[in-house]
């Protein structure tokens, strides 16, 4: 698997995750900007954060002060961090590159309950 995902799971609304991401065996590098995205049910893929090769991030203005996107370049791993979690952030969670991307993973599903 080229994009592996993990750090799912149930949680109540309000709970954190925490997601990570590793990508040594995609063709993407610690120059590449990364994303997490995201996929809920019945929904188009969308992107949550993204973060530039020196640290740099953005998010989707529905995450804003919740997530958190980080990287760790000698790990080859993306994280995000995800706190007081809402019903409507339930979605599949993917990492992949921004500019360039690698095949999609399975990634990891976060379920959130009221």
């Known amino acids: 698997v080229q994009l592996q995902a993990s750090g799912g799971g149930l949680v109540q609304a309000g709970g954190s995750l925490r997601l990570s991401c590793e990508y040594s065996?995609?063709?993407?590098?610690?120059?590449?900007?990364m994303a997490w995205y995201r996929q809920g049910p019945g929904k188009l893929r969308e992107v949550v954060a993204t973060?530039?090769?020196?640290?740099?991030?953005n998010y989707v203005d529905s995450v804003k002060g919740r997530f958190t996107i980080s990287r760790d370049n000698d790990k080859n791993t993306v994280y995000l961090q995800m706190n007081n979690l809402k019903p409507e952030d339930s979605a599949v969670y993917y990492c992949?590159?921004?500019?360039?991307?690698?095949?999609w993973g399975q990634g990891t599903l976060v379920t959130v309950s009221s």
């Open positions: 065996g995609s063709i993407l590098r610690s120059n590449d900007m």
């Open positions: 992949n590159g921004v500019t360039r991307r690698a095949s």
């Open positions: 973060i530039s090769s020196g640290g740099f991030s």
